[in-house]
């Protein structure tokens, strides 16, 4: 066990709205992910995080923003949700630094956007 | 896109060896091998990893060639609970902002 929860485990939610999730690590990991996996499309990485105030983009990040106040919460937020997010969102953290970097996943939010 | 050929389905007995093989013919000096299995609905959980050495954990063990173009993740005694999607994944060291790159897979069903 990683030590890593996602909140909500599950949202239903209507075109145009804000949404935000949230990953919560208790082992003061410095890196995090957001991941999102789709049918035909496995894991595709959305942010992710290398501090305190320190992300970067991933592959598809259009329509996505984060934020890490504080090194144990990764908040992703869509700002306006559409059908198209309509996802199982997974976020990870990694253990080591450099050579290994090890992910670890939590256990995802199911979000529907109707 | 991956960098690993996986067959996409593979059946094994309760209580018998599975030997999942994975394809990276292009794999790079610098980069690794993980291995990761996703159970329906929940997130991938890490298996094992190695560079060129053969690994052991509690869970598997990681027998890569000598070429390194090959691996080929071995569960010792199979249980149903071992029934999942299995992710085999190349990936350089140097930094977490490289993701991992999940391919299909291997879709491994334990039988009774």
């Known amino acids: 066990d990683a030590g890593i929860t996602q909140s909500p485990r599950h949202k239903v939610t209507e075109t145009g709205t804000p949404v935000t999730l949230r990953c919560h690590q208790t082992e003061n990991h410095r890196y995090m992910y957001w991941y999102r996996q789709d049918p035909g499309h496995g894991l595709r990485l959305i942010h992710y995080?290398?501090?305190?105030?320190?992300?970067d983009k991933g592959e598809v990040s259009d329509g996505y923003s984060v934020s890490r106040s504080k090194t144990e919460d990764f908040l992703l937020t869509l700002e306006s949700a559409t059908s198209s997010q309509t996802s199982v969102y997974f976020c990870a953290i990694s253990y080591g630094q450099g050579s290994t970097d090890t992910q670890y996943f939590g256990p995802g939010t199911r979000l529907t956007v109707l | 896109d991956a960098k690993t050929t996986q067959p996409t389905s593979m059946d094994c007995a309760e209580g018998r060896a599975a030997n999942l093989p994975c394809n990276h013919s292009?794999?790079?000096?610098?980069?690794?091998v993980y291995w990761y299995r996703q159970i329906h609905s929940q997130g991938p959980q890490y298996i094992i990893h190695?560079?060129?050495n053969n690994e052991t954990n509690e869970m598997a063990s990681l027998i890569i060639t000598e070429d390194r173009k090959s691996s080929t993740l071995i569960l010792p005694h199979a249980t149903l609970r071992d029934t999942a999607v299995y992710y085999c994944?190349?990936?350089?060291?140097?930094?977490?902002?490289?993701?991992?790159?999940f391919g299909k897979g291997t879709k491994l069903s334990v039988k009774p």
């Open positions: 190695g560079l060129k």
């Open positions: 995080s290398y501090g305190v105030k320190d992300t």
């Open positions: 292009t794999i790079s000096g610098n980069e690794y």
């Open positions: 994944i190349v990936r350089a060291y140097g930094g977490s902002q490289g993701n991992l790159i």
